[in-house]
């Protein structure tokens, strides 16, 4: 089975404190999703990796950056938190072709106050 | 992507079959019909895919028509812990598209009921 683990499920950060969200998946998938998911809004793509140290921003990627650095681990950095950066947040992972299926974790419900 | 239309809400009795339809009339030949869900405050969990032929999983059957305008998915013995919102998407999948990110519609809230 595929597992993705996500750092944290809840998270309560202060304006303007670096937040760092931690995916790990233990299916050596090449490609890694960071989705933001909020009411009425759905899934938002955020950044996307398709392979170490390699990243492509999504719709949304202001305010946020990743980094890759091992194939298993994929991580998304709010520089400084802002409290419209409250949200679900999703890693997912798929592998071969960046079409392929998305296999997600758990989520980070982070609050920023 | 092709659009989908599913019904906004859905009862089932614990132990019986659930049937969850979702249209997508306007599907193309190389577009794949899958279905997540998400319960409660949890990631999104993937159930099935297929492009024409019916699948079945572990988790559940996905049957679809022939003209593969609409399809449903089957949970055969429906258990509490499978209330969740249902999503239905169709999707391109091949390599070297760009068309990657998922988008989920509004789904459908399958309540299991004692």
């Known amino acids: 089975d595929v597992k993705v683990t996500q750092s944290s499920r809840y998270l309560v950060k202060r304006t303007g404190e670096k937040v760092f969200l931690e995916c790990v998946q233990d299916m050596d998938h090449e490609n890694m999703f960071w989705y933001r998911q909020d009411p009425g809004l759905g899934l938002r793509l955020i950044y996307f990796?398709?392979?170490?140290?390699?990243?492509e921003k999504g719709d949304i990627p202001e305010g946020y950056s990743v980094s890759r650095e091992k194939k298993e681990r994929f991580s998304l950095i709010l520089e400084s938190a802002s409290t419209n950066q409250t949200s679900m947040y999703l890693c997912?992972?798929?592998?071969?072709?960046?079409?392929?299926?998305?296999?997600f974790g758990p989520g980070t419900r982070l609050l920023v106050l | 992507d092709a659009k989908t239309t599913q019904p906004t809400s859905m009862d089932c009795a614990e132990g019986r079959a659930a049937n969850l339809p979702c249209n997508h009339s306007t599907i193309s030949g190389n577009e794949y019909v899958y279905w997540y869900r998400q319960i409660h405050s949890q990631g999104p969990q993937y159930i099935i895919h297929?492009?024409?032929n019916n699948e079945t999983n572990e988790m559940a059957s996905l049957i679809i028509t022939e003209d593969r305008k609409s399809s449903t998915l089957i949970l055969p013995h429906a258990t509490l812990r499978d209330t969740a919102v249902y999503y239905c998407i169709v999707r391109v999948v091949w390599s070297g598209g760009s068309n990657y990110k998922l988008t989920f519609g509004k789904g459908t809230l399958l309540t299991v009921n004692p």
């Open positions: 997912a992972s798929s592998s071969g072709s960046m079409q392929e299926t998305q296999y």
């Open positions: 990796s398709y392979d170490v140290k390699m990243k």
């Open positions: 297929g492009l024409k």
